[in-house]
């Protein structure tokens, strides 16, 4: 076979790919992923009787475990073993999403218009509290778990008013078959929690020895 010859079969040869190409029905690839976000607890009442619209509350970063800042949401398989659902993302940094979550809740749970966020003078808050998170995901069975120690102090964090520690478990749907449902949970651990803090920053705003600001 001459050079012109086996120039002419191969020209052919990728014609005819392209024709065949052209015949072929490519059809849309559907994105199977689902992006979640924690919800706020529905406003109700505050934690406690007397709660002040004037109480500022400073809300600093909430630290979690480096396992938790995958975008892929974490389910526990046993007491050591974490899966990461391929389709199943928080579509924003899990605690980010804690401290939003946690911020609303306060200012719901304290009746104040005055929960801020990581920024703010000391003159402006009566006490600021600290989230440090051990757990919080869900297992196969739909068992949520929240684990998480906080701090609250007094405005520049030079004194710590009150340390605490919760351990919250909820019974959920299984998150292969309700990962919307299991997500829902999630937020109502930190609800559960939210409550737990703002009873104790209530007290701790209610004593003569903190001054407001």
């Not at 398989?77 to 974490?82: C, D, K, V």
């Not at 869900?138 to 964090?157: D, F, H, K, M, Y």
């Not at 478990?169 to 309700?178: C, I, K, S, V, Y």
Request: glycine share 8%; aromatic share 6%; net charge neutral.
């Amino acid at each position: 076979m001459n050079i012109s010859n086996a120039f002419l079969r191969f020209a052919v040869l990728g014609l005819s790919g392209l024709v065949l190409a052209g015949c072929v029905n490519f059809q849309q690839v559907t994105d199977l992923t689902h992006s979640y976000v924690l919800s706020a607890m529905p406003a109700g009442k505050p934690a406690t009787a007397g709660s002040n619209s004037d109480l500022a509350v400073g809300l600093g970063r909430v630290d979690v475990p480096a396992y938790l800042l995958d975008s892929r949401i974490a389910v526990r398989q046993g007491s050591s073993e974490i899966e990461y659902s391929d389709y199943h993302r928080w579509a924003e940094r899990l605690d980010k999403g804690i401290q939003r979550v946690l911020g609303v809740n306060l200012a719901s749970l304290l009746s104040s218009d005055r929960v801020v966020l990581s920024a703010w003078q000391r003159s402006e808050v009566k006490a600021e509290v600290y989230l440090a998170v051990q757990r919080f995901e869900c297992n196969a069975q739909g068992q949520v778990i929240l684990e998480a120690r906080w701090r609250i102090t007094s405005p520049g964090g030079e004194k710590t008013l009150r340390t605490d520690h919760a351990e919250i478990m909820r019974q959920g749907p299984a998150f292969r078959t309700d990962a919307d449902g299991a997500v829902g949970e999630l937020s109502k651990a930190l609800a559960d929690l939210s409550q737990q803090i703002a009873t104790s920053v209530q007290s701790i705003s209610a004593s003569p020895k903190v001054s407001q600001p």
